[in-house]
């Protein structure tokens, strides 16, 4: 072990000498205090801890004058007084909810994203936490999981793009109080590859799918300069994320050069027991210390016994140092030594700010995916017209909230009636009648009914409470849950035209809807300003440029699937037609192998016109950059956004390769009638792959690229890399 190196910080090399000078002062006992971090629960005397110095984080405390209080004791009655780090998930929004992340990666603006994690940054320093269990950037292609609602979706490129805006926001924002807040990229890796979509369950993939398809994004956090990592609950090819060399040593600090903290996940190490990976709690403080997880979350395993594995040799004191070093400089970054109280002054000034509630609306306006809208039956005109709002979801609160709700508050939530009864015409009539729980309970289908020929519209608000989502959440059957599915058939059959909107952690299975209801808005769990923001996007006041990031399937027997796939030796004509005729290929008797709604797909109320793709470079050199050009236009009445979006596919190669990648996109704005030339500019690089050495190569040979809408539509043309 080299000299123990500090960790790559905001601040300056005076900073690292201060960080050393205290390393060097501090018993075996209180470094190892440094690598301990607990919650309120923990079966400890918290405050006898602090004052011994045992003790260096705390987490899941959202009160300033609660945290202030430990701190005090940390700073003013122990031997260093060296300050608590206070983390905490406020992954996305502290008191002010923005939408899950899985609905913000739809907006595909990286832009946004950042602004809204700067915002997430603000209220959360302001009310004591420096550290922000997020972003989350595990990629998944498994609905069944419920912690896909907490991801940017499927896509290793998409994915990058949310992951450094993610850790740039949180990191660089400017905080009230001039308060910074470090990052804390998760859950390292490959956690949402879980098998059967269960929670904690295995993953085990090769090398290459693993680097080429999961690894990207926690790869773009640490180089957008993140401060910590926090390592996943699973196992990867047999051996436990959290305590695995590969990946903590090989590919983290010596590939990609992460020189942050690493912290374990809530007892991830203990539970290296329950892996049978240890058999005991010595054993498994040995396998994690060594393979370089620093710091144990609710764990007791460092916490009793590092020490003894110190003294024996078994760990040595320069690795302690090293995880302690890390620890003291993220601290000093933070500014916690000089200012390590939190002044609750700030917190009223900035919870739920004028300023962070408009951009949770646009954040909420900019996730919303329109999936259909057969006739322009979106948006409404409500002018003299009854509409009934039927379904559960009408009156939810906490459930548009997402399953990290942190401080988010029902009574400060709009519900989706209030936010109509607000925002639609006095000449207008609205009624509500609930028809059905969430799941279970009683269902007054009848009662529906007899709304939905009452109205002139019927609006359907179904779909699934914030609980059925999010860590150890995970479903076996994603259709509408209880009897919601009843309710919809029900009142569609009545006649009238029915807008089907859908609140959701996860893509949900809705065959049925697809065929039957002629408008299907995709609300997912919006955040505090979710049920404003759907009124506004109902009535047109906002007009929906979202786009899906992670594919809905037909059915649940069509998982995984993604369109980054590969092609097969056998693959079926995805022309469209069902490949039931189509003998011996790779395809379903029972099933499209097509998603229902593909990845990038989204549509708007104006209509988009792509035309005249150019490949400006038919032939580019290994260092080479590809251009290629479409032409958009807005073909309709009103303004909107569109995503444009960038494939390439490679014909043929060392390693088979997927049918499509996505390597770029762009929004555009234009009003009627506007037209805009985009350009891509696409470095060769890009296409290198994990080639049969196992190795990033950039090989020559013959690519399809598109232009299009989405991954199943667009203009293809073609280049080649030359030897
Ligand atoms: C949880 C989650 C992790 C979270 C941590 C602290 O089990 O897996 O995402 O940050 O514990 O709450």
């Known amino acids: 072990m080299t000299n123990p190196r500090p960790t790559p910080t905001m601040t300056g090399p005076n900073e690292n000498d201060f960080c050393l000078a205290l390393l060097q002062r501090m018993t075996l006992e209180e470094?190892?205090?440094?690598?301990?971090?607990?919650?309120?629960?923990?079966?400890?005397?918290?405050?006898?801890?602090?004052?011994?110095?045992?003790?260096?984080?705390?987490?899941?405390?959202?009160?300033?004058?609660?945290?202030?209080?430990?701190?005090?004791?940390?700073?003013?009655?122990?031997?260093?007084?060296?300050?608590?780090?206070?983390?905490?998930?406020?992954?996305?929004?502290?008191r002010t909810i923005f939408p899950i992340p899985l609905a913000l990666s739809c907006a595909w603006d990286a832009g946004l994203v950042a602004r809204v994690a700067e915002a997430i940054a603000s209220e959360t320093a302001a009310a004591g936490t420096s550290w922000i269990f997020g972003p989350m950037v595990d990629i998944c292609r498994d609905p069944r999981w419920g912690r896909i609602a907490e991801g940017a979706g499927e896509d290793a490129f998409l994915g990058s793009e949310m992951a450094a805006a993610w850790v740039q926001g949180f990191q660089q924002g400017r905080v009230p109080g001039g308060r910074k807040v470090a990052a804390c990229v998760k859950h390292y890796g490959g956690y949402g590859g879980s098998e059967a979509g269960k929670d904690y369950n295995s993953v085990d993939m090769s090398d290459r799918r693993l680097r080429e398809e999961y690894l990207p994004p926690y790869k773009a956090a640490v180089r957008s300069g993140c401060l910590s990592l926090m390592t996943a609950f699973n196992d990867l090819n047999g051996i436990p994320a959290s305590a695995n060399p590969f990946l903590l040593q090989t590919v983290l600090r010596q590939e990609w050069g992460f020189d942050g903290l690493v912290v374990s996940d809530y007892d991830s190490i203990g539970e290296l027991i329950l892996h049978g990976f240890a058999n005991d709690h010595r054993e498994a403080a040995r396998k994690s210390a060594l393979a370089g997880v620093e710091m144990d979350m609710m764990g007791n395993a460092y916490h009793y016994h590092l020490a003894g594995l110190v003294e024996s040799g078994e760990v040595p004191m320069a690795l302690i140092d090293q995880a302690v070093l890390h620890i003291l400089c993220i601290k000093k970054d933070l500014g916690l030594f000089e200012d390590p109280y939190v002044d609750p002054a700030h917190l009223q000034d900035t919870l739920r700010h004028p300023g962070l509630l408009s951009l949770a609306l646009e954040a909420a306006e900019k996730s919303v995916v329109l999936l259909k809208n057969e006739d322009h039956l979106l948006p409404l005109q409500p002018e003299g017209k009854t509409i009934a709002l039927i379904g559960p979801l009408g009156e939810a609160r906490e459930d548009v909230l997402g399953s990290w709700r942190f401080d988010g508050r029902a009574d400060e939530t709009p519900t989706l009636l209030e936010s109509l009864r607000a925002a639609l015409p006095q000449s207008s009539q609205l009624t509500f009648t609930r028809g059905c729980e969430i799941e279970g309970g009683e269902a007054d289908i009848a009662a529906a009914v007899q709304a939905a020929s009452e109205a002139d519209i019927v609006l359907l608000a179904l779909g699934e409470s914030s609980a059925m989502s999010g860590e150890a959440h995970c479903r076996a059957h994603l259709g509408l849950p209880g009897h919601q599915q009843a309710l919809a058939e029900a009142v569609t059959a009545v006649g009238k035209p029915v807008i089907a909107i859908l609140?959701?952690?996860?893509?949900?299975?809705?065959?049925?809807?697809?065929?039957?209801?002629?408008?299907?808005?995709?609300?997912?769990?919006?955040?505090?300003?979710?049920?404003?923001?759907?009124?506004?996007?109902?009535?047109?006041?906002?007009?929906?440029?979202?786009?899906?990031?992670?594919?809905?399937?037909?059915?649940?027997?069509?998982?995984p699937v993604f369109y980054a796939h590969k092609s097969t030796g056998r693959p079926f004509d995805s022309s469209g037609t069902l490949q039931f005729n189509q003998a011996h290929k790779s395809g379903y008797l029972d099933e499209s192998n097509l998603p229902l709604y593909p990845f990038g797909y989204g549509l708007s109320y104006t209509r988009f016109e792509y035309t005249d793709l150019a490949v400006e470079t038919p032939e580019i050199a290994p260092d080479g950059t590809l251009v290629v050009s479409a032409r958009i236009a807005n073909r309709g009445s009103v303004f909107g956004e569109e995503i444009v979006q960038c494939y390439v596919r490679d014909l043929f190669a060392s390693v088979t390769r997927p049918v499509k990648q996505l390597k770029a996109y762009q929004k555009v704005a234009l009003q009627p009638d506007e037209e805009i030339r985009l350009t891509f500019r696409i470095p060769a690089a890009s296409l290198a792959f994990y080639g049969i050495e196992m190795q990033p190569v950039v090989e020559p040979g013959g690519f399809h690229v598109w232009i299009g809408p989405n991954s199943q539509e667009g203009m293809q043309g073609e280049f080649a890399i030359r030897a």
Do not use: C
Not at 543 to 553: D, E, H, I, Q, Y
């Open 31 to 94: 470094k190892i205090g440094q690598m301990v971090q607990a919650d309120l629960h923990w079966n400890e005397d918290i405050e006898a801890l602090l004052r011994a110095g045992r003790l260096g984080s705390l987490f899941t405390i959202t009160d300033p004058e609660v945290i202030n209080r430990y701190q005090r004791i940390a700073v003013e009655e122990s031997r260093l007084g060296i300050p608590l780090i206070i983390g905490n998930d406020t992954i996305h929004g502290h």
């Open 503 to 559: 609140f959701a952690g996860r893509p949900l299975v809705i065959p049925w809807l697809a065929g039957h209801v002629p408008a299907i808005l995709l609300a997912w769990q919006g955040g505090s300003l979710g049920a404003q923001a759907l009124a506004n996007i109902l009535l047109g006041k906002a007009n929906p440029s979202a786009k899906l990031t992670a594919s809905f399937p037909r059915a649940e027997g069509q998982i």
